[in-house]
């Protein structure tokens, strides 16, 4: 009854489209959830993600959630997670999508999920990793572990969005580094991030995890953009 009563004042609003939301409906609007451009990526074996990183790293499985696409519903999606401090969204899309990775026998494998992870700096500007809460949704229904603080970044650089495509491809040498002991030998490490555009990032973080020896590596993004 409260909720009903909170929700007659102070309606909710849809993260997609910015409609009014309704009681049985949660964080995006019935129709921004049927319009979400979801990719597949996790029912095919040669998809789009496995191909982006072939011969670059090697990684066991590779999904994203969802396509990105410039002044559609994602994107109003993934600026509210990132610049509004929705967490919401990130829990929201990890809980649909691990319904469809634990469908997957490689999902019996992944040992961690590790975050990309932000500079100090970054962080303290933005409060939070954007990614943080996709994980951990991740973790809990997968019924694995959720670490943010193996993999680390050394420097602080521009954010992603602002840079043409051939910018998103330079990455300052060692931007990445890990912190592990022998525990974390011989394990699979579940990769994640909010958006994967040239791949550049997920490569730099995978090249840092492979430096813990027998690490095997897999990626998942919310969102694939091209």
Known sequence: MFK???????????LGCGSFIQSNENVICTSCRHELPLTNHHLETENEIIKKFYGRIPIEFGAAMIYFHK?????????????????????????????????LEIAKNFDVIIPVPLHKKRLK????NQVEEFGRALASIL???YD???????????????????????????????????????KHFLLIDDVITSGT???????ALLKIPGAKISIVAMAYTY
């Open 71 to 103: 002044r559609g519903i994602v994107q109003e999606l993934i600026h509210n997670l990132k610049y509004r401090s929705h967490q919401e969204i990130g829990t929201m899309l990890g809980q649909w999508y691990a319904e469809d990775l634990k469908t």
């Open 125 to 128: 500007e933005r409060g939070y």
């Open 4 to 14: 009903s009563l909170f929700n007659l004042f102070f309606p909710q609003l849809c």
């Open 143 to 145: 019924a694995i572990e």
């Open 148 to 186: 943010g603080t193996i993999l680390h970044r050394n420097f602080h650089t521009k954010t992603q969005t602002k840079k043409s495509f051939f910018g998103r491809t330079e990455i300052k040498k060692d931007l990445f580094d890990v912190t592990f002991t022998e525990a974390h030998y011989n």
């Open 201 to 207: 990032t997920i490569e730099a973080c995978a090249k």
